[in-house]
């Protein structure tokens, strides 16, 4: 996993990681797989959208794209 995640670093913007260990600690333990990937799903689309709030979103704050790469490079 871990040679897949530097190879997948070289070739992406951004990257959005989930472990194990804090899937399991979330999710029921009599979830088959399918739901597990399920509820990664829903996580990863909230962050996603929460990014693009932040961005479009007027706000005491003015945030833009260069703001949210430098979040995401940490």
Request: glycine share 6%; hydrophobic share 45%.
């Amino acid at each position: 996993a871990e040679n897949g995640l530097l190879e997948l670093k070289k070739e992406s913007d951004s990257i959005l990681v989930i472990q194990n260990e804090k899937l399991l600690s979330i999710i029921d333990k009599k979830a088959g797989i399918k739901d597990a990937f399920k509820l990664v799903d829903d996580i990863l689309a909230r962050a996603v959208k929460g990014m693009v709030s932040i961005l479009l979103d007027n706000g005491d704050i003015n945030v833009d794209f260069a703001d949210v790469r430098t979040i995401m490079s940490h």
